[in-house]
């Protein structure tokens, strides 16, 4: 396998601010829905960042970039730690595209996991504060 020209593949020329939350969020493993939930924001509002409609204000820019991993530079303008551009499937081997392919599975599969502890979490919380 060949090594990807990378450099400035999220870059202002090249991407936008929607496309590097959209990809960031897709490396993270989560969906929108398990973002906006996260960040406390409407779907819709996720939405129109990843469209390129609004922007986010800057605590919730700050809570994003911890989410996803990525630093805000990175989401703001291409620059510092984000992720890595996209890998061309079509030339891996068949073994490791079914290796990519499961670790996406499981990274989804431990997001869905940790949204759910966090509901328990909550549920437990008001139980114990109703007694």
Same mark, same amino acid.
């Given at each position: 396998?060949?090594?990807? @020209? ?7 020329? /090249? +991407? /936008?601010?929607? $496309?590097?939350? +959209?990809?960031?969020? @897709?490396?993270? #493993?989560?969906?929108? *829905?398990?973002?906006? *939930? ?5 779907l819709k509002t996720l939405e129109e960042w990843e469209q390129d409609l609004s ?5 919730? &820019? ?13 989401l703001l303008n291409g620059q510092g730690d984000g992720v890595d551009a996209p890998? !061309? !499937? /079509?030339? &891996? ?6 290796l990519l392919t499961e670790i996406r599975d499981l990274k989804a599969q431990i997001?869905? +996991?940790? !949204?759910?502890? #966090?509901?328990?979490? *909550?549920?437990?919380? &008001?139980? &114990?504060?109703? $007694?």
């Open positions: 396998m060949e090594p990807q @020209d990378t450099e400035g593949w999220y870059g202002p020329e /090249t +991407a /936008t601010f929607g $496309d590097r939350v +959209a990809a960031a969020r @897709d490396q993270s #493993g989560m969906s929108q *829905k398990q973002l906006s *939930k996260r960040l406390g924001i409407k922007e986010p204000r800057a605590n919730k &820019l700050s809570m994003m970039a911890g989410l996803l991993n990525v630093s805000i530079m990175w890998i !061309d !499937d /079509t030339q &891996l081997s068949p073994d490791i595209n079914e997001t869905g +996991a940790a !949204d759910r502890l #966090g509901r328990l979490e *909550k549920q437990l919380r &008001l139980k &114990l504060k109703g $007694d």
